[in-house]
């Protein structure tokens, strides 16, 4: 149990750098063979979240959006636990993600977009949710009450993240 119990739970994230903080406070605390699922709209700050995470591992960046390769992998700049950055979206099936060969022992792996593909890497991990905040702005609803045009997925919003150990 690497991530303290005392960040399991809710908390709200009111801009960019509180991610990015709650992040590093993460990435300070994560060892080899940790596996964390972000989950969470675009835009939510899932990418956000990693570089405070990289930040506080300590490894070399830059920690950007993994759309367009499925896996990156950082190494440690501190003699410490390298990131594996994965980008689950586009993964098809369990089998493709055995064929990138992760060092999930040896490493501190995060998959954006990750839910369902997390238990083919470990037998627990760490879930993180991050939702944009309900009558917060940005909040899209199935109801089509705010207009496309008027949603500014970068304008600084409250999130909502929940950490929870899984299964
Ligand atoms: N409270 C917040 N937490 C994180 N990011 C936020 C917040 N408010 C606004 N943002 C903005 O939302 C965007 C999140 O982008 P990103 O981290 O790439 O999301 P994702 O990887 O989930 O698609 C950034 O432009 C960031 O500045
Ligand atoms: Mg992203």
Redesign the pocket.
């Known amino acids: 149990m690497s991530v303290p119990a005392d960040l399991l739970g809710v908390h709200r994230?009111?801009?960019?750098s509180?991610?990015e903080e709650l992040g590093r406070t993460l990435g300070r605390a994560l060892e080899p063979g940790d596996v964390v699922v972000l989950t969470?709209?675009?835009?939510?700050?899932?990418?956000?979240?990693t570089r405070g995470i990289g930040e506080g591992l300590g490894i070399r960046g830059p920690v950007q959006?993994p759309t367009f390769v499925i896996a990156r992998t950082h190494p440690s700049l501190v003699g410490g636990t390298p990131l594996v950055h994965v980008d689950a979206y586009r993964l098809g099936a369990a089998v493709e993600l055995d064929d990138l060969d992760i060092d999930v022992a040896g490493s501190a792996v995060i998959v954006?977009w990750g839910r369902g593909v997390a238990e083919y890497l470990a037998d627990t991990w760490w879930e993180i949710e991050?939702d944009r905040e309900v009558g917060g702005r940005g909040v899209d609803n199935a109801c089509g009450e705010i207009a496309p045009h008027t949603l500014d997925?970068?304008?600084?919003?409250?999130?909502t993240v929940t950490i929870s150990r899984r299964p």
């Open positions: 994230i009111d801009g960019p509180d991610m969470g709209p675009l835009g939510a700050g899932k990418t956000t979240l959006s954006e991050i997925l970068d304008a600084d919003a409250p999130r």
